[in-house]
């Protein structure tokens, strides 16, 4: 039931995904001045999105299990962060092929670029602690300790890159103040495939939380395979 | 009052400890004078502009490096006898223990860093480095805080873990991002000779709101860190 | 086991998981004050673990522990009770005073300097306490190491596998300290597979068997003589 | 539709469908993964359970 659950909301998600693609390619008017590149952003943004969802879930999943010391939330943050990895890698690379077209360069040091790069790296060495740590419950517990600590720090970061002279266009989404240049249209399609994204990203948290979960009743059968 | 009582014993002791065995200090110590050194082939030791412009930077690459030597023995010192099973079994709260050996980190990484700053000055020639000296202490006292609070719950983290020597860094350093831009910024301003003008200000607070809020995650985490 | 009315040791329904392995399971019994407990079993039967969370080290997954009616990470639990772990648990930079003054400044003993003088004494170590304990043979750091157990009297003590490592001198220097403790009414739970040397000393004794509790009451008499009894009688429950 | 980099465009969309495609496939991978370490967890079982 639960399987039949997660395919049928992975295809749900797939088919809203080429509906939009049909939509952005063909239905949507042009930008003014950047030519067809522009239609990356209906994927860029909507990643964004979704890997800060993504990050917020783990943060708050790692404060609670230090709390509760429950290892289902251990579990969630785990698959939290690394399907946020992975549509953060979204986000980077249609961001590096987008600024190739527009900037005339494939990187910068643009502080939100920065950012995404460090949270890249901060994650990337969650996912290796976690890979040297043998006992279950040790590694719940240090992950959540080091998930709280990348949480706060990399919210400080993004903090702090406002602060710094940015090279990315700025905010033209009307959600962030001084935004609205945007055609409700263009506002629409990206709020159709990040609805799109979030279905993914959760069919893909969940696929993880099961292995997850399993993959520790394998930990605990082998010790007991050992014990006798 | 108990929490800092306890702490300072903690600090003492390993204060003891190692400047009777000066292991962590003088390797710190060497690497931080050999990177002064080569730096004078990174660019050529008469333009003092430059120098100034990067002076912040790199006196910061050098601190981040020579910290990491200092807090992975911080805790790797306990190993040799399981002491630090007895520290955790004694009336010593967990947070204590994390902040007396931050406490002991931050006084020893102090006794490389300071004299750093001379040698800098005097090597490469900027006259103006002592100008705003009260400043620039300042700046090195809150950012090695910074590093050596979030240095010590990660040395506890990491002192069991294969690969210790690789694993602290590559947690440590993207978590520190914050507070080594803040610092790296504001000791250009000050060994430049000039006054903090208003936009720094801003990294000033972003360092203060750092160190305040990671010792208080510090803290908060401490029995998580290190009570199994 | 033995009085209900004021054990110095209560461990109620205590469960500990590794992920999701269980390391004890449902484990319930009580330690009287002024006995000794000797916790026997095979290699991973769950005595580390158990004597790791009576020690303050771990915490129960479910379940409470109490210690002299203290939680066991209590300041006031901890403070009373000594370990001797698999380390010997002290500082080689660090002389024999040096170490004791420590651990007399975590513990708040009263009169620091007099107990220190005192337990160097007792481990014939106050002609050497100024040198570094990198210089002392195996025999001497583990005196010293007994000495820091000992320094701030405990109530409790909790002693893993403590015969194993000892050379004859430490294990005799331990058991006649151990029996002045016992003899002022201190607690004792050890774990240990050295059965000739604990069974002089146990008045109780528990036996775990795959983090259940197997058997436990008063150490069987015929142990005395044939300390494989138990495991015989109880062991492959 | 304007068609001014329209194969820079393509490649954008490209890689991030490839991206996600990858990212299932390491899933999909780790199942299979899983069901073997599953097989092989409960046959030491059973040859230990045996004795």
Redesign the interface.
């Known amino acids: 039931m639960r399987d039949k659950l997660l395919y049928a909301a992975g295809a749900a998600a797939t088919v809203i995904l080429i509906a939009n693609?049909h939509k952005i390619?063909?239905g949507i008017p042009?930008?003014m001045d950047?030519?067809?590149?522009y239609?990356?952003l209906y994927?860029?943004v909507p990643?964004w999105f979704t890997c800060f969802a993504a990050f917020f879930v783990a943060g708050l999943a790692s404060v609670m299990y230090s709390v509760k010391r429950d290892l289902r939330y251990d579990v969630l943050a785990v698959s939290a962060v690394e399907?946020g990895v992975?549509f953060t890698?979204?986000g980077l690379?249609?961001g590096s092929?987008?600024a190739?077209?527009i900037w005339g360069i494939w990187w910068t040091w643009d502080p939100r670029l920065t950012w995404a790069l460090i949270t890249c790296v901060l994650y990337a060495g969650y996912l290796m602690m976690r890979q040297m740590i043998d006992d279950a419950s040790a590694r719940a517990r240090f992950a959540a300790v080091l998930g709280t600590f990348s949480f706060a720090s990399v919210a400080i970061t993004y903090k702090a890159i406002d602060w710094w002279r940015t090279q990315h266009p700025g905010p033209v989404l009307p959600i962030r103040a001084g935004g609205g240049k945007m055609d409700p249209e263009m506002w629409h399609a990206i709020l159709w495939n990040w609805t799109a994204f979030m279905l993914?990203a959760s069919v893909?948290v969940a696929?993880?939380i099961s292995?997850e979960t399993?993959?520790r009743e394998?930990e605990a059968?082998?010790r007991?395979?050992h014990a006798? | 009052m108990r929490l800092i009582q306890q702490a300072w014993t903690v600090a003492a002791k390993d204060l003891r400890s190692e400047l009777r065995t000066k292991e962590s200090l003088n390797a710190a110590g060497g690497f931080a004078l050999v990177i002064l050194v080569l730096f004078s082939f990174v660019t050529d030791p008469g333009e003092t502009e430059t120098l100034y412009a990067l002076s912040g930077g790199l006196l910061w690459l050098v601190f981040a490096f020579a910290g990491v030597l200092i807090l992975n023995r911080s805790f790797a010192r306990e190993q040799a006898n399981d002491c630090l099973d007895a520290l955790i079994a004694s009336p010593l709260s967990p947070a204590a223990l994390i902040l007396g050996k931050s406490a002991a980190s931050f006084v020893l990484l102090l006794i490389v860093e300071l004299p750093c700053l001379p040698i800098f000055g005097g090597l490469y020639g900027l006259s103006q480095w002592s100008s705003h000296w009260l400043g620039l202490v300042g700046v090195v006292l809150l950012g090695t805080w910074g590093m050596t609070v979030i240095g010590a719950v990660f040395s506890a983290l990491t002192v069991n873990l294969r690969l210790r020597e690789l694993m602290l860094p590559m947690l440590v350093y993207p978590l520190l991002i914050p507070v080594l831009m803040s610092a790296m910024r504001l000791s250009t301003v000050f060994i430049s000779g000039k006054d903090l003008e208003a936009d720094d200000a801003i990294w000033l607070r972003l360092m203060i709101a750092f160190d305040i809020i990671f010792t208080a995650l510090a803290l908060a985490l401490a029995e998580d860190v290190l009570v199994s | 086991m033995a009085s209900r009315s004021n054990p110095a040791v209560s461990v109620a329904k205590v469960c500990k998981y590794f992920g999701d392995f269980p390391a004890l399971h449902g484990l319930e019994f009580d330690v009287a004050a002024g006995s000794c407990l000797a916790l026997l079993g095979r290699n991973g039967a769950g005595k580390t673990t158990l004597l790791r969370i009576l020690a303050g080290l771990s915490e129960p997954t479910e379940g409470k522990v109490t210690l002299l009616g203290f939680g066991a990470r209590d300041h006031e639990a901890r403070k009373r009770t000594g370990l001797i772990g698999h380390g010997i648990a002290i500082y080689d930079e660090l002389s024999a005073a040096e170490n004791l003054r420590l651990f007399a400044r975590i513990y708040g003993v009263e009169s620091a300097e007099k107990s220190v003088q005192e337990w160097l004494e007792r481990t014939w170590l106050h002609r050497v306490q100024n040198s570094p304990v990198r210089e002392f043979s195996r025999g001497m750091r583990q005196r010293l190491a007994v000495a820091r157990a000992f320094l701030h009297r405990p109530e409790l003590l909790l002693l893993d596998e403590p015969f194993t490592s000892l050379d004859d001198k430490a294990i005799a220097l331990l058991q006649s300290l151990l029996r002045d403790a016992l003899a002022r009414g201190t607690t004792v739970v050890m774990s240990t597979h050295q059965l000739r040397e604990a069974m002089e000393l146990a008045t109780h004794v528990a036996l775990l068997h795959r983090g259940k509790l197997a058997h436990s009451g008063e150490r069987p008499p015929e142990m005395l003589t044939d300390p494989g009894f138990l495991y015989r009688t109880y062991g492959e429950a | 539709?304007?068609?001014?980099?329209?194969t820079?465009?393509f490649?954008?969309?490209a890689?991030?469908w490839a991206?996600?495609a990858i990212?299932?496939l390491t899933?999909v991978s780790?199942?299979r993964r899983?069901a073997r370490?599953?097989e092989d967890?409960?046959r030491?079982?059973e040859d230990?359970?045996k004795k």
């Open positions: 693609l390619l063909l042009d930008e950047q030519g067809a590149i239609r990356i994927f860029h990643s399907v992975a890698l979204v690379a249609t092929i987008w190739r077209i993914l893909m696929v993880r292995q399993r993959l394998v059968l082998r007991r395979a006798i | 539709m304007d068609e001014r980099n329209f820079f465009m490649y954008g969309l890689a991030a991206i996600l990212y299932v899933l780790r199942e899983l370490q599953v967890v409960k030491i079982l230990r359970e």
